[in-house]
Nanobody
């Protein structure tokens, strides 16, 4: 059974930094991409950043230049370094792994940025 576990969320002041980590356990084959999504209260879940098996990255316009996604293929982990955080970055952040056949999600980690 595949499980994704996020860590690294918390409360930080505006301008601060956090690093999210996502560890995958279980048998996952043919990973196409790994990424981070977020959902703020009353809003739809949105893509924050993604990285493909070819190490191509994609970022939401709102986080470009502030967030960096990276991955460790051997450990099946994905990271999100978040710098210059803003109150509007407050949300639950979800780890996502897309394979050829399945789409896996973590349970989410809360990120709260105070002004």
């Amino acid at each position: 059974q595949v499980q994704l576990v996020e860590s690294g969320g918390g409360l930080v002041q505006a301008g601060g930094s956090l690093r999210l980590s996502c560890a995958a356990s279980g048998s996952i084959f043919n990973i196409n991409a790994m990424g981070w999504y977020r959902q703020a209260p009353g809003k739809q879940r949105e893509l924050v950043a993604a990285i493909t098996s070819a190490d191509r990255t994609n970022y939401a316009d709102s986080v470009k230049g502030r967030f960096t996604i990276s991955r460790d293929n051997a450990k099946i982990m994905v990271y999100l370094q978040m710098n210059s955080l803003k109150p509007e970055d407050t949300a639950v952040y979800y780890c996502n792994v897309q394979t050829r056949l399945f789409d896996y999600w973590g349970q989410g980690t809360q990120v709260t940025v105070s002004s």
